[in-house]
């Protein structure tokens, strides 16, 4: 396994899917653990998936900003966020959300969508990037 690791809705070892054309795993524009038709390829390993919620409970200091951009994990990891309630005690989270990837990524982002307006949810922004 390699040594790169990610972040999803909890921890375990998931499938890291490479774009096209890149060797080196230490490269991860555009990869992802959500496999896409952008990836058809690309080569493929396991990483260790570190829980999101688990990791931002551990940090013992304010939490001012999250920036999200995990290519197509964030639909994941903002569930485990919300149901936890660690939201309430972060600052800002600016998503980009990548719903092109697949359409159930995409019934998952306006699932997001809604649950955020419906519970007011100001410190979240689905519109970034």
Known sequence: MSSLKAVGGSARTATFHQS????????????????????????????????????????NEPIVAIKMDIEGAEAECLEAILDAGVHQSLGKIFVETHERFSPELD??????????????IQTINLDWG
């Open 20 to 59: 096209p054309g890149i060797e080196d795993v230490g490269v991860t524009i555009g990869s992802s653990l959500v496999q896409s038709s952008f990836h058809a390829g690309g080569s493929t390993f396991d990483v260790e998936v570190i829980d999101i919620v688990e990791f931002l409970v551990g940090i």
């Open 107 to 120: 019934e998952r982002i306006g699932l997001l969508r809604d649950r955020i307006a419906r519970e007011g």
